[in-house]
């Protein structure tokens, strides 16, 4: 067995920012749901591209969501996991979703048209890690406030 280690913030930042691929637990009339979802980092926060009907689309615009991105290597028994909290807010405004597609628009896996943007404005962020080298020193922020650490 090995001990798990809480990653410090600038870690679990560059993690998030290293993949494309997450899920995304929200609340619905129907109970909690867990997705995956295609994303993007944006100035710090969360972006992904999914339909209005979807269930994301449909309750997710203006919501608390959790957000989450791991790591497994199951026969080591090793990896790692970050959670983002986050506050989802649709993106409208024409200009930020141009700025969106030229810094690197999400690119989601699935058919489909996805013209609905939710940016998921990053609150607090946490991770830690089973096994395997930390990349960084372990401090106080491996879950202090996102705000505190961006400024």
Request: proline share 6%; charged share 25%; with cysteine.
């Given at each position: ?35 995956p979802v295609n994303y993007k980092m944006h100035d710090g926060d969360i972006v992904v591209r ?102």
């Amino acid at each position: 067995m090995s001990p798990i280690t809480e990653m410090p913030l600038g870690e679990c930042m560059a993690l998030l920012a290293a993949r494309q691929l997450g899920r995304v637990a929200l609340a619905t009339p129907m109970g909690v749901r867990i997705m995956p979802v295609n994303y993007k980092m944006h100035d710090g926060d969360i972006v992904v591209r999914t339909t209005s009907h979807s269930l994301l689309g449909t309750y997710g615009w203006d919501s608390e969501l959790a957000f989450e991105v791991e790591d497994l290597d199951e026969r080591a028994r090793e990896g790692w996991s970050v959670v983002a909290l986050c506050k989802a807010r649709l993106v409208d405004d024409l200009d930020e979703i141009d700025w969106i597609r030229w810094c690197g628009d999400p690119e989601p896996w699935a058919d489909g048209p996805r013209h609905v943007y939710l940016r998921l404005f990053v609150r607090e962020v946490s991770g830690r890690r089973v096994g395997g080298d930390v990349l960084a020193p372990v401090g106080a922020l491996a879950s202090m406030p996102v705000n505190n650490y961006l400024g």
